[in-house]
């Protein structure tokens, strides 16, 4: 995998990986404050050419502890610096809700989301009860990540899903958005459910026989599920089946 580095608005060095060549598609891991662990050319989707950043202080990039806004102003510096008008953005986990932040505040450079196994757009007592009672189920992996990072982006996600007026942009944004659930994902879909159903472009999948993290336990189905939904050209996002398998 080829690499660049970029400097953020404030100077900051970032570290991007890329592969492939085709419409143009930012490639966001979830965590917050890890590295990009899906920033392999075996998982790379077909047919596009994949960008892969790693987030601000963490990996092999420089700098440290920052909000969502930061976080989004550097998506954007890359964009700007590799002169690309607009770009897929597809995530995994965080990723996922990192994607619908950026194309909301950026919906020139956003031509789609694709978010893969997302927490959503909450804070759910139920939900997290529901996960933590399955938590121990679910296999383990050794990622690199930054705590101090993952603190400063949650409590930012914190306050961001409490603004009064996010709801109103996701039911008025002209940006499609596809949210896909694993199967066998230990957390609960329903926030995925309910954001296909809000944004007017919306749409929710299954991927079904995969846990949270198929990236890693079944690659294969991850590269057909993400070659499919990002595709050679964005009207294909239009025409998958409804089941993925």
């Known amino acids: 995998m080829k690499a660049v580095s970029v400097r953020s608005r404030d100077e900051v060095a970032l570290h991007v990986g890329v592969v492939g060549d085709g419409p143009d598609v930012v490639m966001l891991s979830g965590g917050p404050g890890c590295v990009n662990y899906l920033a392999d050319e075996e998982l790379a989707p077909r047919g596009v050419r994949a960008w892969y950043p790693e987030p601000r202080g963490v990996g092999r990039s420089e700098g440290g502890p920052h909000d969502l806004a930061q976080a989004i102003d550097d998506l954007e510096a890359i964009r700007a ?7 897929i953005a597809l995530g995994h986990s965080f990723g996922s809700d990192l994607a619908v932040r950026y194309a909301l505040d950026h919906p020139e450079s956003v031509s789609a989301v694709i978010g893969i196994a997302g927490h959503g757009l909450h804070k759910d007592r139920i939900w997290s009860a529901v996960y933590e009672a399955a938590r121990h189920t679910e296999d383990e992996f050794a990622i690199e990540w930054n705590p101090a990072v993952h603190r400063s982006l949650n409590d930012s996600f914190g306050e961001w899903i409490h603004e009064p007026t996010l709801f109103r942009r996701l039911a008025d944004t002209e940006v499609p958005m596809t949210f896909v659930a694993a199967a066998d994902d230990i957390r609960p879909d329903w926030p995925l459910r309910q954001l296909a159903a809000l944004v007017p472009r919306g749409r929710f999948l299954q991927q079904a026989d995969v846990p949270h993290n198929f990236w890693s336990t079944h690659p294969s189905q991850w590269v ?13 996002l239009q025409v998958l089946p409804r089941d993925l398998t």
């Open 224 to 236: 057909r599920s993400v070659s499919a939904l990002c595709g050679d050209e964005l009207t294909q």
């Open 81 to 87: 610096a590799l002169d690309i008008k607009s770009w």
